[in-house]
DNA sequence: CGTCTTGTGTCTTATACAAGACCATGCAAA
DNA sequence: TTTGCATGGTCTTGTATAAGACACAAGACG
C-alpha cells in the first residue's frame, strides 16, 4: 500500500468517512454499507476500516449495532441533552428543561463574538435570548449568538411540536450544522436586575456563569452561549477522567 | 478457548492487568514485559493484549512509548494537574498554583462524608484546609477530607522540596492509592467572611463552589474536596465531547 | 561521529468463528 | 382459512488469532 500521506492508513480512511457525512453525501440516519464491502470500496481491510470507525462512533458520528448495521448518527433532543447539557437536580438526576424564547435579532458581531466565533469584523450573527425552565422554575438565562453567514434565514423552533426540541437538532436538519464538541468557562457573577426578575431571586444573588463555544464536525466556532445557571436548587455537574 | 468468564478475552486481560497495577505487584515507572512475551505469558494473542493495553493507557494507568516499551504510569505533579486541575487564567492558559496548608485534624465524619465517601457512621476522617495562590494571590480556600482507614498516618508535604508537589502524588506514594477519576458538582456561592478574609475579597462576592469527589483504581471512593474559587482573575475550564 | 544491530511498540492484512437481528418458511392451533 | 410461533438461514457487527512490514530508540561498534 503507497503511502505519501504521513497519516496511518485508518486515521485517512477516518477522515474520509467524515468528509462523507460533514459534506451530506451520507446523510442522517443512513445505514452505510456493510464493512467488507465498505472495506473493499475503499481499498483496504476490515481492520483497518473497523478502527476508523471505531473512532467515529466514539464521537458520536456514527452509531453501530451489531447484528443490524452501521448508521450515521442522528441528533435528536436526547442526545443533545446527554451530551451538552450538564444541569443536574440536587439529587444528582438529569432535569428535562422547557425553553422560552424571548428575543431574536440579527446585529453586527460584537468583538467578544468576532474573537470567540473567528468572523472578519464586521460580520452579521443572530442573537437568541432565552430562559430555561426545570419544572415550571426558570433557572437559566441565556444569550446564544451564531454566525448569520452559517445560519441563513434562521428558523427557530417555535411551532407547538417543536417546543420540547433542542436547537442543536435544529442546526443540524435546518442547517447542516453537526456539533460535536463544545469548549465551557465557568465563573461565578452576581444576578443584574434583569435576571433576578426572570429567576424570581434577589438582585446580587451568586449566579453559575457558564461561556460556551461549540463547534462542528468541521473543526468550525460555530455557536457561542453565555447562561446564567441559579444554583439554588441545580447544579453542574463535571466528570474528570 | 474456554471462557467461563462471559466477558470478552480483551476485558478480563485488562482487569488482570489492572489488579497487578493496583496490588503493587508492578510498580510505577516499571517496565512491563515486551507485548509478544506477556501475551505468551497470559496465553492470548497479542492483539487481544494490545487493545487491553490501550485501554489501559486511556486511563493513564500505563505509558507506552514506541521503540522504547510499556511503562507504568508514574504520578506527578504535572500530571495531576494537568489532568485534574481545571482553573485557567483569563488568556485560557494553565495556571501553576502554590499551596498554603492552614490546618489538619483528625476527626469523626459527618453525615454529609458518610454519605460522598460510602463511610460506615462514625468512621474517622482527616481533614485538611488550605488555600491556594495563583501568581501570589490566594484565589482558592479549600478543605479536603479523607477517610482516616485509607490514609493511616497521614503525611502531608511540608517540608520545603516538598511543597510544590501535587497532594496526588503523596496519596500514590505515601499510600499506595491511584487516583483515576473525580465527579465535580458546580454551584454559585457568595464570599464568607473567612472567605473574604483569604481571598481580600468582599463578603458577598460570588464565588464557584466546586464539590469533588475523587476515586482510585479499584473504584473507592478517596477523598471529598469542597473548594471555592475567586472568579475575578480565573475560569473553571471544561471541554464537552 | 556515523552506522549497524537489536529490541521495542505500531500498522496493516487475512482468516475464522461468535453473537445479534431479521426474515421467510412452514407447521400447529384457533 | 387465519393466526401464532418456532425454526433455520443469512445478513450484520463483534471477538480473537496469526503473521509480517514498518518506525522508533538505544547501545555497540567501527
Given at each position: 500500500?503507497?503511502?505519501?500521506?504521513?497519516?496511518?492508513?485508518?486515521?485517512?480512511?477516518?477522515?474520509?468517512?467524515?468528509?462523507?457525512?460533514?459534506?451530506?453525501?451520507?446523510?442522517?440516519?443512513?445505514?452505510?454499507?456493510?464493512?467488507p464491502e465498505l472495506a473493499a470500496d475503499l481499498g483496504v481491510s476490515a481492520g483497518t476500516l473497523r478502527r476508523a470507525l471505531a473512532e467515529?462512533?466514539?464521537r458520536h458520528l456514527i452509531e453501530r449495532r451489531?447484528?443490524?448495521?452501521?448508521?450515521?448518527?442522528?441528533q435528536t433532543s436526547e442526545r443533545a441533552l446527554g451530551q451538552f447539557f450538564r444541569v443536574r437536580n440536587l439529587a444528582g438526576n438529569p432535569v428535562e428543561p422547557e425553553t422560552l424564547i424571548t428575543r431574536v435579532v440579527t446585529a453586527p458581531a460584537s468583538e467578544e463574538d468576532v474573537e470567540c466565533l473567528h468572523?472578519?469584523?464586521?460580520?452579521?450573527?443572530?442573537?437568541?435570548?432565552?430562559?430555561?425552565?426545570?419544572?415550571?422554575?426558570?433557572?437559566?438565562?441565556?444569550?446564544?449568538?451564531?454566525?448569520?453567514a452559517l445560519f441563513p434565514g434562521l428558523s427557530l423552533p417555535l411551532a407547538p411540536e417543536q417546543l420540547g426540541t433542542e436547537i442543536y437538532v435544529h442546526y443540524r436538519y435546518r442547517h447542516g450544522i453537526?456539533?460535536?464538541?463544545?469548549?465551557?468557562?465557568l465563573s461565578a457573577t452576581p444576578a443584574?436586575?434583569?435576571?433576578?426578575?426572570?429567576?424570581?431571586?434577589?438582585?446580587?444573588?451568586?449566579?453559575?456563569?457558564?461561556?460556551?463555544?461549540?463547534?462542528?464536525?468541521?473543526g468550525r466556532a460555530v455557536e457561542l452561549r453565555v447562561s446564567r445557571l441559579d444554583t439554588r436548587a441545580h447544579r453542574y455537574a463535571v466528570e474528570i477522567v
Open positions: 500500500m503507497r503511502r505519501p500521506d504521513a497519516r496511518p492508513l485508518y486515521m485517512q480512511v477516518e477522515a474520509i468517512l467524515k468528509e462523507r457525512i460533514v459534506s451530506g453525501a451520507w446523510v442522517s440516519g443512513q445505514a452505510l454499507p456493510a464493512e467515529l462512533e466514539r451489531q447484528g443490524r448495521g452501521t448508521y450515521v448518527a442522528q468572523l472578519s469584523p464586521g460580520a452579521e450573527v443572530h442573537r437568541i435570548d432565552r430562559s430555561r425552565i426545570f419544572e415550571g422554575e426558570p433557572r437559566i438565562v441565556e444569550r446564544i449568538t451564531l454566525p448569520a453537526i456539533v460535536v464538541r463544545a469548549d465551557e468557562k443584574s436586575e434583569e435576571d433576578a426578575a426572570v429567576l424570581g431571586c434577589a438582585v446580587g444573588t451568586p449566579l453559575l456563569l457558564i461561556e460556551r463555544v461549540t463547534f462542528d464536525a468541521a
